[in-house]
Nanobody, 125 residues
Framework: QVQLVESGGGWVQAGDSLRLSCVGS????????IAWFRQAPGKDREFVAA????????YYLDSVKGRFTISRDNVKNTAYLQMNSLRPEDTAVYYC??????????????????WGQGTQVTVSS
């Protein structure tokens, strides 16, 4: 059974940093593209970042470019999201996901097959 478990969330002040981790079990990480999404209260789930299986190209939500970095360690079956210069508008539950999306769907939640349970990130001003 595939399981993804996120950790690293918390309560921080604006300008602080957090690193989220996503550990996979029952799955070979190297066979999948990885992504992070987030969902704030009352809002739809939003794409944050992705790192494709083929070539390792990365994609980011415009508002996080230059602040967030997605990475992966296939040996550890772990994905990371380094978040710097956090802003109050980054407050959300963050989810990791794995799948094999086509290029045009890399930002689409339905393109990812397996999801973690989410970790809360709260940024105060």
């Amino acid at each position: 059974q595939v399981q993804l478990v996120e950790s690293g969330g918390g309560w921080v002040q604006a300008g602080d940093s957090l690193r989220l981790s996503c550990v996979g079990s029952g799955v070979t990480f190297s066979a999948y593209s990885i992504a992070w999404f987030r969902q704030a209260p009352g809002k739809d789930r939003e794409f944050v970042a992705a790192k494709r299986l083929s070539g390792g190209a990365t994609y980011y939500l415009d508002s996080v470019k230059g602040r967030f970095t997605i990475s992966r360690d296939n040996v550890k079956n772990t994905a990371y999201l380094q978040m710097n210069s956090l802003r109050p508008e980054d407050t959300a539950v963050y989810y990791c996901a794995i799948g094999v999306p086509i290029l045009s769907a890399v930002r689409t939640p339905s393109a990812y097959r397996h999801w973690g349970q989410g970790t809360q990130v709260t940024v105060s001003s």
